[in-house]
């Protein structure tokens, strides 16, 4: 059975922490990807890996950073927490090919920046 | 630019009741890959159907349907006699062809469900 995890089900930070989100895949997937989820604007990309150390922008990576040391490991990092940042996480990875594969979701992180 | 509309916000049925969820996508490539996810309270993402551009065969599976036109721009989501497992929040998502770099991924806003007892 496939499996995404991630390190919390809720975290409660305060602003200017350093936060590190956590997100561990055991199917062996080239693709991991950090996505934000707010009410009315869906899931919007932060950060996408294609391979270990490598990564790429997504639409709104401003106030993040990720690291991917190892395959099955991506962890998204918010250098100084801000209210705004306030968010679902959701963490998901894919296989990489000629055919776009589907997703798998891990269960989501509920950050909230006081 | 790719684009997916999920005009309806909020949906409330009474269960049995047969629902069609709308997507409506903008995209000017040819070759894209249309998905529905799946989301429901426990927060997980669950990946329902992919299509590509050039299969516009409807899908069944179960009480589940999928109706893609290509001439409409649409690829809506029918649940037929829903059930109370069946409430939940629903995303569409768009994603272009080819192989070069990453191709992103665009979800529209989603489609809350609620199936009522």
């Known amino acids: 059975d496939v499996k995404v995890t991630q390190s919390s089900r809720y975290l409660v930070k305060r602003t200017g922490e350093k936060v590190f989100l956590e997100c561990v895949q055991d199917m062996d997937h080239e693709n991991m990807f950090w996505y934000r989820q707010d009410p009315g604007l869906g899931l919007r990309l932060i950060y996408f890996s294609y391979d270990v150390k490598m990564k790429e922008k997504g639409d709104i990576p401003e106030g993040y950073s990720v690291s991917r040391e190892k395959k099955e490991r991506f962890s998204l990092i918010l250098e100084s927490a801000s209210t705004n940042q306030t968010s679902m996480y959701l963490c998901?990875?894919?296989?990489?090919?000629?055919?776009?594969?589907?997703?798998?979701f891990g269960p989501g992180t509920r950050l909230t920046v006081t | 630019a790719q684009k997916v509309t999920q005009a309806q916000t909020e949906i409330s049925v009474v269960e049995k009741e047969d629902v069609t969820l709308d997507c409506v996508y903008e995209t000017r490539d040819t070759t894209y890959y249309l998905f529905w996810y799946k989301q429901p309270p426990s927060g997980e993402l669950v990946f329902l159907i992919r299509?590509?551009?050039?299969?516009?065969q409807n899908e069944i599976s179960g009480r589940y349907s999928w109706n893609f036109q290509k001439s409409t721009s649409s690829f809506n989501f029918t649940i037929t006699a829903s059930q109370v497992v069946d409430s939940a929040v629903y995303f569409c998502a768009l994603r272009l062809g080819g192989t070069g770099g990453y191709q992103k991924v665009t979800f529209g806003t989603g489609t809350k469900l609620q199936v009522i007892p």
């Open positions: 299509r590509n551009s050039f299969d516009e």
């Open positions: 998901a990875s894919s296989l990489t090919g000629q055919v776009a594969y589907e997703q798998y």
